[in-house]
Nanobody
Framework: QVQMVESGGGSVQAGGSLRLSCQAS????????MGWFRQAPGKDREWVAGIYSRDDTAYYVDSVKGRFTISQDNAKKTVYLQMNSLKPEDTAIYYCAAAGGWSRCEEWSGYNFWGQGTQVTVSS
């Protein structure tokens, strides 16, 4: 049984920064993607960023490029999301996810393990 536990959410003013962490427990294939998604009130969940375990290749949705950085510690099965220059439109519940045996980290369909989510609120 794989469990994903996020931490690091909170409230911040526009322009501020937050760092999210997510640690996985249980077996996940060593060739995997770890990713972050978010869901704002009244909106569909969207993919934000993903990173491939074998070579640290990172992928981002256009709206966060240059502001967010995804990274990982493979030994700890932990993924991070450094969020800088936050905007009110970044307000959402952020979910981490893992896709074992998957390399197309920008595609939804491979992610099969999910965390419970952590709230990020950015005020103007």
């Amino acid at each position: 049984q794989v469990q994903m536990v996020e931490s690091g959410g909170g409230s911040v003013q526009a322009g501020g920064s937050l760092r999210l962490s997510c640690q996985a427990s249980g077996y996940i294939h060593s060739r995997r993607c770890m990713g972050w998604f978010r869901q704002a009130p009244g909106k569909d969940r969207e993919w934000v960023a993903g990173i491939y375990s074998r070579d640290d290749t990172a992928y981002y949705v256009d709206s966060v490029k240059g502001r967010f950085t995804i990274s990982q510690d493979n030994a700890k099965k932990t993924v991070y999301l450094q969020m800088n220059s936050l905007k009110p439109e970044d307000t959402a519940i952020y979910y981490c996810a893992a896709a074992g045996g998957w390399s197309r980290c920008e595609e939804w369909s491979g992610y099969n393990f999910w965390g419970q989510g952590t709230q990020v609120t950015v005020s103007s």
